[in-house]
Antibody, heavy 120, light 112 residues
């Protein structure tokens, strides 16, 4: 059974750096064709794709946020980490990680999401 | 970035009646590999999004056959043949022909 779960702080202050961890099971990020993405959703708003990391360590970022985002993986721990610098109240959102694979090209399994509030 | 535009913003449907959601992309989603990279998700209240349809018209595993997708190029439609109470939530279209992936603004479906 494939599962993913996001973890990280529920509250961060403006200008701080957010670090979120996606811990997954049921698949390996060293398997060819597999990748993990991050998507966020401000309260009451639509989904926004943030970043992706592939099995071969290729990384891709949102056009508007790429200067603030870094994604990395620890294959041995089955974890993917997303960092976002210089947090602002507009970054308040639920952050999801999700799995995808080449061939389907869409996220088939999502984590439950973690709510992050940016406030002083 | 490819812009995905969904209409309507919301839909109130009597159980057993059909529903239809439109999604338009700012660029063609037909790739040179002849696949069209358009997907539909449903986010039920309080839940994570779940994949319904991939590549325009293919139902994902476990998705009831009352859901169907159609379209080509830049114009796409999700249809629910007979809406049930469990279908309430927000529906999103998404494109993956080009990074960054982009989602539509969502269509909220509620039951009358």
């Amino acid at each position: 059974q494939v599962t993913l779960k996001e973890s990280g702080p529920a509250l961060v202050k403006p200008t701080q750096t957010l670090t979120l961890t996606c811990t997954f099971s049921g698949f390996s990020l060293s398997t060819s064709g597999i990748y993990v993405g991050w998507i966020r959703q401000p309260p009451g708003k639509a989904l926004e794709w943030l970043a992706r990391i592939d099995w071969d360590d290729d990384k891709f970022y949102s056009t508007s946020l790429k200067t603030r985002l870094t994604v990395s993986k620890d294959t041995s721990k089955n974890q993917v980490v997303l960092t976002m610098t210089n947090m602002d109240p507009v970054d308040t959102a639920t952050y999801y990680c999700a799995r995808a694979e080449l061939g389907l090209e869409a996220f088939d399994i999502w984590g439950q999401g973690t709510m992050v509030t940016v406030s002083s | 970035d490819i812009v995905m535009t969904q209409t309507p913003l919301s839909l109130s449907v009597t159980p057993g009646q059909p529903a239809s959601i439109s999604c338009k992309s700012s660029q063609s989603l037909l790739h040179r590999d002849e696949r069209t990279y358009l997907y539909w998700y449903l986010q039920k209240p309080g839940q994570s999004p779940q994949l319904l349809i991939y590549e325009v018209s293919n139902r994902f595993s476990g998705v009831p056959d009352r859901f169907s997708g159609s379209g080509s190029g830049t114009d796409f439609t999700l249809k629910i043949s007979r809406v049930e109470a469990e279908d309430v939530g927000v529906y999103y279209c998404m494109q993956s022909i080009q990074l960054p992936l982009t989602f539509g603004g969502g269509t909220k479906v509620e039951i009358k």
